[in-house]
Structure formats: structure tokens, C-alpha cells
């Protein structure tokens, strides 16, 4: 879904950061304006993915340490209650 996340910001910052070189060496045109109002949209779009990235990042790796603290939670009670895991 989110393919190389990094690498996308920073193509696009790249993209963004060559527009503005070429308002400050060429001036301005409407031409450019409108290509810099694309690249900031792109960027602002590629921001938005990566933000979704890391919290979705971040969502699993709490469900990950979640089971594993559910996990050895449930191991430490069957060893203090001397519950064979398989005798249920």
C-alpha cells in the first residue's frame, strides 16, 4: 500500500526544493507557479502517507508487544496456578 515511503519524500522534497531554485534563478511565470502548487500538493499528499505509515507502524507494533505481554501474562499465571497448558 505505501511502497518506499522514505524515498518518496524525498523525491518530492527534491522536486519541491528544484522549483524553488527556479523561482529564485528564472523569476516568476504562471507556468512555474503552477507546477510549484502541484509539487506542493504532491508533497503534501506524500507527508500525509508516510503519517498514515508510521502510525499504522506503530499500531501493530503495539498489538505486537500487546499478545506478547497477554502471552507471558498467561504463562506467569499458569505457572503460579501449576496449570498444564495442556490439561484444558
Known amino acids: 500500500m505505501f511502497g518506499d515511503v522514505a524515498r518518496q519524500v ?5 522536486e ?5 531554485l527556479l523561482f529564485n534563478t528564472k523569476g516568476f511565470t504562471d507556468a512555474l507557479y503552477q ?6 500538493l504532491l508533497l503534501t499528499e506524500v507527508l ?18 500487546d499478545n ?4 507471558i501474562g498467561l504463562q506467569k499465571l499458569r505457572l503460579l ?8
Open 16 to 20: 519541491v526544493n528544484q522549483i524553488q
Open 35 to 40: 507546477d510549484d502548487l502541484k509539487a506542493q
Open 81 to 88: 496456578l501449576r496449570i498444564s497448558p495442556w490439561s484444558q
Open 48 to 65: 500525509l502517507c508516510q503519517d498514515q505509515f508510521w502510525k499504522e507502524k506503530a499500531r501493530s507494533q503495539h498489538f505486537i508487544q
Open 68 to 71: 506478547m505481554n497477554t502471552f
Open 10 to 14: 524525498r523525491v518530492t522534497y527534491d
